[in-house]
């Protein structure tokens, strides 16, 4: 990751809510906030600003209807290009991803890394490493368990909140979208790993391979493999994600 330990101690300025009125959208109106962050952190003393980017409220969807645009609409892709385009416009204002978590962060310190050219360069992987484990035929079988009870659980923390909602995390789909992560890293491909392509309903495979597995752990634990997927659970959550702003 680009943030080392800029972020292990001292104040941090949190952006809990952000609020757009929607005459000043798509007009680079979220720029012009920089530098009344950076001027409260200053006066805080805090050297970073974080924001978690991850969710929008299903109220404030509008969902095309059907043959509007090429491909049908579901509200799961029109809200992963929302906050697509809601972390592009951090990204402007300095934001980079912290690691693989949904946070997004800025540093005051004109020299950081976070401000820095974007690059297309991929984070570099141990993938050798991991090669063992993720070739392993048991390592597919436990991804599966882990995705069954995490899915079940998520669902279930959804139906407290939605009345009369479908299950949005579905074990199949979450497998084959972690598998891409699975290929990615016994082909020893970054770029596939660490981004999310069309057709993918959830996240970056590196982070729904990590979080099916971290959160999950009562599932693996006591396998043949379990320090080797131990490892590979610590080496996601190491890395960082390519400083390109089209994919923060």
Same mark, same amino acid.
């Given at each position: 990751?680009?943030?080392?330990?800029?972020l292990?101690?001292g104040?941090?300025?949190?952006?809990n809510?952000?609020?757009?009125h929607?005459? *000043?959208?798509?007009?680079?109106?979220?720029e012009?906030?920089?530098?009344?962050?950076?001027?409260?952190?200053?006066e805080?003393?805090?050297?970073?600003?974080?924001?978690?980017?991850?969710?929008?409220? /299903? &109220?404030?969807l509008k969902?095309?209807?059907p043959?509007?645009t090429k491909?049908?609409?579901?509200? /799961?892709?029109v809200k992963r290009?929302l906050i697509?385009?809601l972390?592009?416009?951090f990204?402007?204002?300095?934001f980079?991803?912290?690691?693989? +978590?949904d *946070? @997004?962060a @800025?540093?005051?310190?004109?020299?950081? !890394?976070?401000?820095? #050219?974007?690059?297309?360069?991929?984070?570099?992987f #141990?993938?050798?490493?991991?090669? &063992? +484990?993720? /070739?392993?035929?048991?390592?597919?079988?436990?991804?599966e368990?882990?995705a069954?009870? $995490?899915?079940?659980?998520r669902n279930?923390?959804?139906?407290?909140?939605?009345?009369?909602?479908?299950d949005h995390w579905? #074990?199949a !789909?979450v497998?084959r979208?972690?598998?891409?992560?699975?290929d990615?890293?016994i082909?020893?491909?970054?770029?596939r790993l660490?981004?999310v392509?069309?057709? !993918?309903e959830?996240?970056m495979p590196?982070?729904?391979?990590h979080d099916m597995?971290?959160? !999950? $752990?009562?599932?693996? &634990?006591? +396998?043949?493999?379990?320090?080797g997927i131990r490892d590979?659970?610590m080496?996601?959550?190491? @890395?960082?994600? #390519?400083m390109?702003a089209?994919?923060?």
């Amino acid at each position: 990751s680009i943030w080392g330990d800029a972020l292990d101690a001292g104040a941090i300025l949190v952006i809990n809510h952000v609020e757009l009125h929607p005459a *000043y959208r798509r007009k680079g109106a979220l720029e012009h906030l920089c530098g009344a962050f950076k001027a409260v952190c200053r006066e805080i003393c805090a050297p970073c600003v974080v924001a978690k980017v991850d969710f929008i409220a /299903s &109220k404030h969807l509008k969902i095309p209807p059907p043959g509007r645009t090429k491909r049908n609409s579901t509200e /799961s892709t029109v809200k992963r290009g929302l906050i697509h385009t809601l972390r592009d416009s951090f990204a402007s204002m300095g934001f980079r991803r912290i690691g693989i +978590t949904d *946070y @997004m962060a @800025m540093a005051v310190d004109p020299a950081h !890394q976070c401000w820095w #050219p974007a690059t297309h360069k991929a984070p570099e992987f #141990p993938f050798r490493e991991v090669a &063992k +484990t993720v /070739s392993n035929t048991e390592f597919r079988a436990l991804l599966e368990k882990c995705a069954d009870v $995490e899915c079940a659980a998520r669902n279930k923390s959804l139906a407290q909140i939605t009345v009369g909602g479908s299950d949005h995390w579905k #074990p199949a !789909q979450v497998v084959r979208e972690a598998s891409i992560g699975i290929d990615a890293l016994i082909a020893h491909d970054a770029k596939r790993l660490f981004d999310v392509h069309d057709g !993918q309903e959830y996240d970056m495979p590196a982070k729904l391979l990590h979080d099916m597995l971290s959160r !999950q $752990e009562a599932v693996w &634990k006591r +396998t043949k493999i379990s320090a080797g997927i131990r490892d590979l659970v610590m080496k996601l959550a190491e @890395m960082g994600h #390519p400083m390109q702003a089209s994919s923060l």
